[in-house]
């Protein structure tokens, strides 16, 4: 039995240490642990309830809109105020974009090098990767010439003998099994997503006025004055701009990114196999096309037991059950108190009792959907999407699982995709989606703004008593929620159940392990001090990644270091 | 972005990064705020306030032909003393940025961008010794009283590059707005229905490079 210890797995926001005992060459137990807290909800004690989003933006440096959104939407829940037309589809737009951003970075720069080997690219024939490429996709980003030229940037790499930040990655480890060819394509489109990140930033940085830290909102609306006869406001000119920025992006994200998602997953059919985990499935809906929010172009859900038959719609945010269903536990989690509390009647009060399996072991709490553990992210979303028939949804899924048949992959049915791979496919299956669906909210704000509609924003009116609500988001890593309690209008209390949580969620009072943990059970690990097949898992739920693992036996000691790109 | 007609405008940016949440590490946007307020700039110039964006850094680096970062280092020196680091310094880690979130991060993007044709020619680091980094503690008096001399040193390195950065004749009031402990029992309800949207004040610090008289 050995036990691996990777501290941190978490590069950007929050420290993430993941425990996994290994014996006959899987996983037998692992935990998860997040090892930072901030607290950051109690700088929102007291303050003004239309300014909360300006801090709770901050919460993450990553995902800074959808914590602005949620806090909105919070507090509009709270006053049960309606935002206009116009206001929901430039929220949508901005979350579009920031989604497509957050994908990409995730397929490309944080998960694609634990499944593609840089080093064998210099081995490559660019003649052949461009008719591999070809044969199917049209993107104009694969012909020989850009490959060459990218085979050649990577030779002149390898010749240097310094790989620099390519120098800790598992390169030759056994399983990495794609041609050197498939290499070159995925690292040529790999560099090519820098220049989309950037359009998809631009697409925020248009409607927000500043990306990443979105200027635009306000409770009940947005600020983006409307007049189609001013240079200074939103106008025909500044709509054509997201016009063609998207016309460019939606390209990549269809014809590179969603491929290359197929390609990978044809190739690694066996990881279809491992990292089922939490088969409990949470989406919410998102996308609302009216300005009362009655109907939403992403639908959410509820499914339990990885029965897809047994999705309960989530038909809207005013949904009573969600509100009732959710509870955090804090048995394991380094907070005082036990058993599990409502959101709206949570504390934060820290009980820090270093590291122990079977105790307190993560700053993480852990939160339940009636006493269940649920799995959110895009394969929620898309998995509640198809048994809802969802027609996008079902398009696009349909679309994957048949490019993956035809280049002798699997056959496989939606239900597979419950799987380590699949979360790697529904996140580029909810890209693809999300980009038809950007220029779709493109059309439905200029044709509104076309109409003669031009109002923007509602004002709230804060009662004297004591009011409470949800804000609802379906971010990129999945169902979001902020809760807040508001008196006189300030904060009395405020939780944000972030994705994060549901997914790193540690065990609660009836000892079930969260999403994270489970999915590690029974994954192979071919050498311990290589623990590539545990990040491939805890990567595809899309955490902050990992800068340096620490590999630890029983007694503590350190019998590896290896860094992770 | 990109450039057809193989004519290149020359972009710079000013970047404060950090959390404004904690403390000390909230420097960077500090002082690319007193920038802002001291001096202004051509239009080739944006000044982005980035948080801790992690890899996400790189689409904003993209293409320029100058970066000037403001952080919280790690150095040897006394809390609130300025370090002007180049960008071997900070691949050969003589630069070592606060955070270990965003520290490998920029090393990365930068190594993403220069494999992709895109990276900036040159990169300077405005850093600062940080006295405390704890979370809602606000800034240091020993960082805050640096932070004019940070916004001077910045637009002593555009100058320099014969880049157009001038002293304003009547600086802005900087915004701070995470520095206020504006926490009350209730707040006031907009009697005219018509008045605009309350946020916090941080609008005015909207469209970087407009004038604020």
Not at chain 1, 49 to 62: I, L, P
Not at chain 1, 138 to 147: A, H, Y
Not at chain 1, 156 to 172: D, K
Request: hydrophobic share 40%.
């Amino acid at each position: 039995m050995a036990r691996v210890s990777i501290d941190p797995v978490t590069r950007i926001e929050g420290h993430l240490r993941i425990d996994v005992e290994v014996d006959g060459g899987t996983v037998q137990k692992a935990w998860a642990s997040c090892t930072m807290w901030r607290g950051i909800e109690t700088i929102l004690l007291g303050r003004d309830a239309r300014e909360g989003w300006v801090f709770a933006q901050r919460f993450c440096g990553v995902c800074t809109t959808v914590h602005a959104m949620a806090s909105v939407r919070a507090v509009e829940d709270a006053l049960q105020l309606d935002v206009p037309a116009n206001a929901q589809y430039i929220r949508n737009l901005i979350l579009i974009g920031h989604a497509l951003h957050d994908h990409i970075v995730h397929f490309y720069h944080l998960s694609a090098l634990d499944w593609v080997d840089i080093t064998t690219i210099p081995q490559a024939d660019p003649a052949r990767a461009a008719s591999i490429a070809d044969g199917v996709s049209i993107w104009p980003g694969n012909s020989r010439r850009n490959l060459e030229q990218v085979q050649n940037k990577v030779k002149g790499l390898v010749a240097s003998g310094q790989l620099g930040i390519f120098s800790h990655g598992y390169w030759g480890h056994p399983a990495m099994r794609l041609s050197p060819e498939m290499n070159l394509i995925l690292f040529a489109h790999y560099l090519q997503a820098i220049e989309f990140q950037r359009k998809s930033c631009q697409v925020v940085g248009i409607l927000g006025g500043k990306t990443p830290h979105i200027q635009n909102l306000a409770v009940g609306g947005v600020m983006n004055a409307i007049n189609l006869n001013s240079l200074a406001t939103m106008n025909m000119d500044r709509l054509g701009t997201l016009q063609s920025l998207l016309q460019d992006l939606v390209p990549f994200v269809q014809q590179a990114y969603f491929v290359d998602a197929c390609l990978l997953a044809a190739s690694y059919p066996e990881w279809f196999r491992y990292g089922r985990g939490v088969a409990n499935y949470l989406a919410v809906p998102d996308l609302p096309v009216d300005a009362k929010a009655t109907q939403f172009d992403l639908p959410g859900g509820v499914i339990m037991g990885g029965n897809l038959g047994s999705v309960r719609p989530i038909e809207n945010w005013r949904d009573g059950a969600i509100r009732a269903a959710i509870a955090e536990d804090v048995t394991h989690a380094w907070y005082v108190g036990e058993g599990a509390q409502q959101p709206w009647k949570g504390k934060t009060d820290p009980n820090y009792t270093d590291f122990q399996g079977d105790g307190k072991y993560t700053w993480v709490k852990a939160p339940r959907y009636n006493g269940h553990p649920m799995q959110v992210g895009p394969l929620a979303n898309i998995l509640v999407g198809y048994q809802s028939g969802h027609g996008l949804t079902r398009k696009w899924t349909d679309d994957a699982l048949k490019r993956i048949a035809a280049v002798h992959g699997p056959t496989l049915r939606p239900e597979d995709l419950q799987s380590t791979m699949g979360r790697y496919l529904a996140r580029a299956i909810r890209s693809a989606m999300l980009s038809d669906l950007a220029l779709q909210h493109l059309q439905l704000l200029t044709a509104n703004i076309l109409k003669g509609d031009d109002t923007i924003y509602n004002p709230p009116q804060f009662p004297q008593h004591q009011i409470a609500g949800v804000g609802l988001h379906e971010a990129p890593r999945g169902s979001l929620s902020h809760w807040v309690v508001i008196d006189k209008g300030a904060f009395s209390n405020y939780q944000a159940v972030v994705p994060t949580t549901w997914n790193a969620s540690p065990r609660d009072e009836k000892d079930v392990p969260g999403p994270y943990e489970s999915s590690l059970l029974a994954n192979p690990v071919a050498d311990p001090a290589k623990p590539l097949e545990v990040l491939r898992t805890v990567h595809s739920f899309d955490p902050c990644m990992a800068c340096a693992c620490h590999t630890l036996d029983a007694s503590g000691r350190e019998i590896a270091q290896v860094k992770v790109l | 972005m990109n450039t057809s007609a193989g004519r290149r405008h020359p972009r710079i940016a000013v970047v404060g990064i950090g959390n404004v949440l904690l403390g000390d590490d909230g420097f960077g946007p500090l002082a690319i705020e007193m920038f802002r307020c001291n001096y202004e700039c051509g239009s080739d110039v944006e000044i982005l306030d980035l948080g801790t964006p992690g890899l996400d850094i790189a689409p904003y680096l993209y293409g320029t032909d100058l970066v000037v970062i403001a952080d919280a280092v790690h150095a040897d020196e006394r809390p609130g003393t300025l370090c002007i680091y180049s960008e071997d310094d900070l691949l050969a880690q003589r630069a070592q940025l606060r955070l270990t979130g965003h520290h490998p991060a920029v090393q990365e993007s930068l190594a993403h961008l220069r494999l992709a044709g895109n990276a900036p020619s040159e990169l300077l680091i405005v850093g600062i010794v940080p006295e405390s980094c704890d979370f809602g503690n606000g800034i240091s008096p020993s960082v805050l009283n640096a932070s004019p001399f940070a916004a001077d040193k910045i637009a002593g390195l555009l100058v320099e590059r014969a880049i157009d950065c001038r002293r304003r004749h009547a600086p802005c009031q900087p915004n701070f707005w995470w520095l206020s402990s504006d926490r009350r029992d209730s707040v006031h309800n907009e009697k005219d229905q018509n008045q605009s949207p309350r946020t916090s004040g941080c609008l005015e610090t909207r469209f970087p490079g407009t004038d604020c008289q």
